[in-house]
């Protein structure tokens, strides 16, 4: 299959909303990684890499996995989101939910189905796309904006080991989120402000259907969270898959060079193939 052609475009044309200056650090973006024309089957996914909201793995869990998805017709859309101390919950999710508006607002022009676009994160990111489907909007339909006119609800939800329980309140008053954010930025991080943030609480049946890794042996970020999630899923009604691996540390991909974690894409691949999301259907 040839390489995917790749093109990015800034989530607003302007400032985004809560940035402080026009540096690239507080210009969101997503960078669109297109199948070949022929085996484009109008699907997409908006693709959050981790990094603990005070950096991005960019190429790890971006453009590796977008490939991933180009390579089997689905169009992918790495997120650039806001990170670090000028960039504090919500600014991130901010972002998240304007690239999912973004990307359905244009979907026409990308040559997609606007009702088979999901959201998939790893670790931080992982919060970030599970956030977004627990608490999303519909569009509004008066927005100047056209983009704004579009819900920012995914339509298939996927998570690699995510980081969903890092802004609890720990038994001292402190929470991992401000832990992380304190190393990058002494600024202070009161962990109180960022408790709302918890999306195994506001899971519903209005959630999308969801696949989830983790790996027991994941020493930063529990197993535990991703468990309460898919439970959470499940009391809602909510089609869910769950795969937890024995071995493997935190940030392992798509797997690399593991012989048991490098088959969870495998098992991916056949979650989406039984959505129906690997087959052509006509874009609008």
Not at 33 to 44: E, I, L, M, Q
Not at 60 to 65: A, C, I, K, R, V
Not at 170 to 196: I, L
Request: net charge neutral; proline share 9%; glycine share 10%.
């Amino acid at each position: 299959m040839p390489d995917p052609e790749i093109d990015t475009f800034r989530l607003w044309p302007g400032r985004a909303p809560g940035a402080t200056s026009d540096d690239a650090d507080e210009t969101p973006k997503i960078t669109v990684v297109h199948p070949p024309s022929r085996y484009k089957n109008g699907a997409a996914v908006v693709i959050a890499p981790g990094g603990a909201y005070v950096a991005l793995a960019h190429s790890l869990e971006g453009t590796e996995p977008a490939t991933w998805f180009a390579s089997r017709g689905v169009t992918a859309f790495v997120l650039t989101y806001r990170v670090g101390g000028r960039a504090r919950l919500p600014l991130p999710l901010i972002d998240g939910a304007r690239a999912m508006r973004l990307v359905r607002s244009r979907a026409a022009e990308f040559g997609l189905d606007a009702d088979r676009i999901g959201m998939m994160g790893f670790s931080a990111g992982g919060h970030l796309a599970a956030t977004i489907a627990t608490s999303a909007e519909g569009g509004r339909p008066g927005a100047t904006d056209p983009v704004e006119r579009a819900s920012s609800r995914p339509d298939f939800l996927i998570l690699g080991y995510p980081w969903l329980e890092g802004m609890q309140l720990s038994s001292d008053g402190n929470s991992q989120y401000c832990e992380f954010a304190r190393r990058k930025a002494p600024a202070a991080c009161d962990p109180r402000r960022y408790t709302q943030y918890l999306p195994t609480r506001d899971v519903s049946a209005r959630t999308p259907p969801a696949f989830l890794y983790h790996t027991t042996a994941d020493q930063l970020v529990p197993s535990e969270g991703s468990l309460r999630f898919y439970l959470a899923l499940k009391r809602q009604g909510v089609p869910a898959e769950l795969h937890l691996f024995e071995r493997g540390s935190h940030g392992s991909g798509l797997g690399g060079a593991d012989p048991a974690l490098s088959k969870w894409p495998e098992l991916l691949q056949e979650w989406l193939r039984g959505r129906g999301l690997l087959d052509r259907q006509s874009a609008p």
